[in-house]
């Protein structure tokens, strides 16, 4: 049975940092790209970012290009999602997700599993 569980998320300040960690288990980890998304109440679920099997190429939305860094560990399945630089509009419910496919997607509808998701709240 393929798990993803988040940790990590909480309460942070306005340009301050908080870092998100997803643990897999279940699947051959390395085989599987992943991506985290993210979804405020009564928005769409979106793309935050994605990293590829070997975590060589990582693909962030504009949005937090150049503040989040995706990262992965294949030896502990884990993938990380460090976050700096938060703003308020940063806050929403953060899932992982995982694609048996070998490149970088932004499409939800490519992922295979989802995590449970993690809050992250940022005070202004």
């Known amino acids: 049975q393929v798990q993803l569980v988040e940790s990590g998320g909480g309460l942070a300040q306005a340009g301050g940092s908080l870092r998100i960690s997803c643990a897999a288990s279940g699947l051959t980890f390395s085989r599987y790209s992943l991506g985290w998304f993210r979804q405020a109440p009564g928005k769409e679920r979106e793309i935050v970012a994605a990293i590829n099997r070997s975590g060589s190429s990582t693909y962030y939305a504009d949005s937090v290009k150049g503040r989040f860094t995706i990262s992965r560990d294949n030896a502990k399945n884990t993938v990380t999602l460090q976050m700096n630089s938060l703003k308020p509009e940063d806050a929403a419910v953060y899932y992982c997700?995982?694609?048996?496919?070998?490149?970088?997607?932004?499409?939800?509808?490519?992922?295979?599993?989802w995590g449970q998701g993690t809050q992250v709240t940022v005070s202004s």
């Open positions: 997700a995982a694609a048996m496919y070998s490149g970088i997607y932004y499409q939800a509808s490519k992922y295979d599993y």
